[in-house]
């Protein structure tokens, strides 16, 4: 509905791997990593139907700092208005 009313949309969204505690033994490590693995197919699939609607998608992690997350943002609208389809961001 918005981009129909000429407004531009990003998708903001967590990564949830970012988020998760440091594995402590071997065996959580490599639970950690197919749980990490999963998450960034599913990331992933939603960027590719995202982008297909000229939707970029910014994943943040814990570490992001504002500054970062605005060049992404503004990094996403100018991608928007060049009116290219918008790259991962």
Known sequence: RARRGGRQVIAI???APHFADTP???SAHLVSEVLQRGEE???EN???LL???GVPLIALGPRDTVDQV???IA???STL???RAPSAA
């Open 81 to 83: 208005r060049r009116g």
């Open 13 to 15: 969204v967590p990564f």
């Open 41 to 43: 197919l599913a990331l």
């Open 51 to 53: 982008i297909r609607n």
């Open 70 to 72: 605005l060049h992404r």
């Open 75 to 77: 990094r996403a609208r």
């Open 46 to 48: 939603a960027r590719q």
């Open 24 to 26: 402590l033994s071997a």
